[in-house]
């Protein structure tokens, strides 16, 4: 077996994992709903041979024996029905978590044993079976109605995976055939036809087409793709068939990656999940602590044993802390599956978090703020020949060279639509420039050195003299001693970096560069993008250095590529990779954005702040729920009029739950 194939092996059995979890909450919402059924067919009899019931219906019957029948029956509702709730318990104690199932297995337990022992004689006083049995078909109520919230909030794993094809078609030959996409190896080649997913990670050797990569990178627009260009596993090929050489399978592709960075970011615990977990055991404590109070309380007032009993019921049932316990880990689930559809994949949950507290975003220069390549800023005719003829002419000598000036002028005729002409008799000369014959004339393209040289005297324009003083390198299209034009070509600002610096300004954030580029050309880039402040000639080992310094003065986001930028990201208080393409598991990062876009950069400023008001908002709820409620269960207002039962106390502690998890949601 290849390694290729192990790793496939090894992902088959991650995307079981993950459709197993799916299965195991599925089957858990299954036993919630059916053990609910049971309890509530039963509780209908159980209020039918209640007295009280029966008093207030304005009905009287009974036969002998009632009281044992209705005994019965709440010890099937009380076992079967409380069965979770009386595990949870065992678990909780075994673990020393004590938590909500510990209140709710008290709560049931204390209602059952002691109308138990009125039923029986064992105890005189008035029983409440039917509010026992109607306190169970609640909290089963509740769970189930929570349950479904949480998995809808975190059910992002399961629908990446349902993204991926299971077969392909292998090309074998003049023929294909097709295979399931666990048995393709690393080279070889498969097809994607019109309308279908692309099945793993690969190249593109044939076809021309566009992809819709919307549901992995966030880009929402189909991008173009034609021989040597990548595709990403899961991607949806648009109206061109493509031949894809495979170049990740398994593991190693980039779905496979993001399914385990979003599985580990919902795993990691935020700061603030541990101060709600801390929360919750506390309010417990107080609950039972409360619950205790309450009842002894009530009899050394003189009331009778069935109140004290129900009002130390309702206090440990109204308390639950499962509003607490849910207000964080559902907010992580939702904002970490939103981000992860966004194209941000958050890396350290924590370093997510610390993103609202930012004052200062550094970036990089070369790939983050401008694209890494040159592109003609002017072009200046030096003689008769109009503009687009000299850049033309320019264009046909460099479109046989590899240089990235030759390039840069190469891609701004064509950008412009100019027709270029062939070449012939190509030469470069080393360190000074390229000749060849273009339509009949011997032509070179040199740099103002050569020029200087050769003795030839240019008259430059205040264009030319501008992108001199902006550190911008000016190249001559020459004609025997005669200059024809000149072309000055900088690196090109990438048109979104205006729009996210703009953006995080107008946000508060102060906005560095930190480039190892010269003054000039650092100090242009920085005054085009309108940044705060920059620092030039900075080697890749001294960024961290300097982003040490910018520390001093306020917590910093590192954005840059994850290569020679990885010490500086590391250092920052949060790291942020751009330009990651489909390698996402740069290890330096806490944060990579997909789309390599530097706007991106406020999304994620925006989601940090959203996510963190909602945990905020959620926890304020439950613990400010819990401040009313327990009063009131306790029997405060009883002298009102305004008692609480156990059944009316889960209901009140089953919305406050679910208007957590609706909450959350509504960071969507």
Known sequence: MTDEHAHHGQHGKQTAGAHAGGHGHDAMLADFRRRFAVSLVLTVPILALTPEVQALAGVAFG???????????????????????????????????????????????????????????????????????TLIDIMLLGHYIEMRSVMGASRALEALVRIMPSEAHLVSGDETVDVPVGELAIGDAVLVRPGEKVPVDGEVTGGASSVNESMLTGESRPVRRAPGDRVIGGALNGEGALTVRVTATGRETYLAQVIELVRQAQESKSRTQDLASTAALVLTVVAVTVGAVTFWGWLALGQDLAFAVERAVTVMVISCPHALGLAVPLVVAVSTSLAAGAGLLIRDRQAFEA??????????????????????????????EPEDAVLASAAALEAASEHSIARGIVDEARRRGLSIPGAASFRALPGVGVEGDVEGRRLRVVSPGALEEAGIAVDDDDRLRAARTRGETVVYLVEGGRPLGAFALAD??????????????????????????????????????????????????????????????????????????????????VGVAIGAGTDVAIESADIVLVRSDPRDV???????????????????????????????????????????????????????????????????
Not at 629 to 657: K, N, Y
């Open 492 to 573: 090109v600002v990438r048109p979104e970096a205006r729009e996210a610096v703009a953006e995080l300004r107008s946000m508060g954030y102060r906005c560095v560069m930190l480039t190892g580029d010269a003054r000039t050309v650092a100090a242009a880039v920085a005054a085009d993008l309108a940044l705060d402040d920059y620092y030039a000639e900075v080697l890749p080992h001294e960024k961290a250095e300097k982003v040490r310094e910018v520390q001093r003065e306020a917590r910093v986001a590192m954005v840059g590529d994850g290569v020679n930028d990885a010490p500086a990201l590391v250092q920052a208080d």
């Open 602 to 668: 406020a999304n994620l400023m925006r989601l940090s702040k959203r996510t963190y008001r909602k945990m905020a908002q959620n926890l304020l709820w439950a613990t400010g729920y819990n401040v009313v409620a327990i009063p009131l269960a306790a029997g405060v207002l009883s002298g009102a009029g305004i008692v609480l039962t156990p059944a009316v106390g889960a209901v009140l502690m089953s919305v406050s739950t679910v208007i957590v998890a609706v909450n959350a949601r509504l960071l969507r």
């Open 63 to 133: 036969f002998s024996g009632q009281e044992l029948a209705v005994l019965l029956l709440a010890t099937v509702v009380y076992l079967f029905g409380g069965w979770p709730f009386l595990a949870g318990f065992a678990t909780e104690v075994r673990t020393r978590r004590i938590g909500m199932m510990t209140l709710i297995a008290l709560a049931i337990t204390v209602a059952y044993v002691y109308s138990a022992a009125v039923a029986l004689g064992i105890t005189p006083g008035m029983g409440f079976f039917w509010e026992l049995a």
């Open 355 to 384: 993103a609202r507290d930012l004052g200062v975003v550094i970036f990089d220069k070369t790939g983050t703020l401008t694209e890494g390549r040159f592109g003609v800023t002017a072009a200046v005719p030096l003689g008769d």
